[in-house]
């Protein structure tokens, strides 16, 4: 952990460090665990309002393979335009 994320008095220091998340994503067809996980957020409210939005881009698509196929096309773009 670097050490300027704390203050000498042990409180988080508000400015320093990035915020990051992780989202599950349902399951493929073949049941293997897939995550959604970006940083580099300014705030926790800009990550979590990234992250919700990026939860209802990914529950477009309907259940099954074809809506797999789907969800792994938006996950794409969704990690391609955060970077």
């Known amino acids: 952990m670097?050490?300027?994320l704390r203050r000498k008095d042990?409180?988080?220091n508000p400015?320093?460090?990035t915020w990051y998340g992780?989202?599950?994503v349902p399951a493929g067809p073949d049941?293997?665990?897939i995550s959604l996980r970006l940083g580099g957020f300014?705030?926790?409210t800009d990550q979590n309002a990234y992250y919700d939005?990026?939860?209802d881009l990914l529950a477009i698509p309907d259940a099954g393979p074809d809506g797999h196929e789907a969800r792994m096309e938006i996950l794409k773009m969704i990690r391609a335009e955060h970077r």
Do not use: L, Q, V, Y
């Open 42 to 44: 300014k705030t926790e």
């Open 53 to 55: 939005k990026a939860g």
């Open 10 to 12: 042990d409180s988080w």
């Open 22 to 24: 992780k989202a599950d």
């Open 2 to 4: 670097c050490p300027r």
């Open 15 to 17: 400015t320093h460090g």
């Open 31 to 33: 049941g293997k665990r």
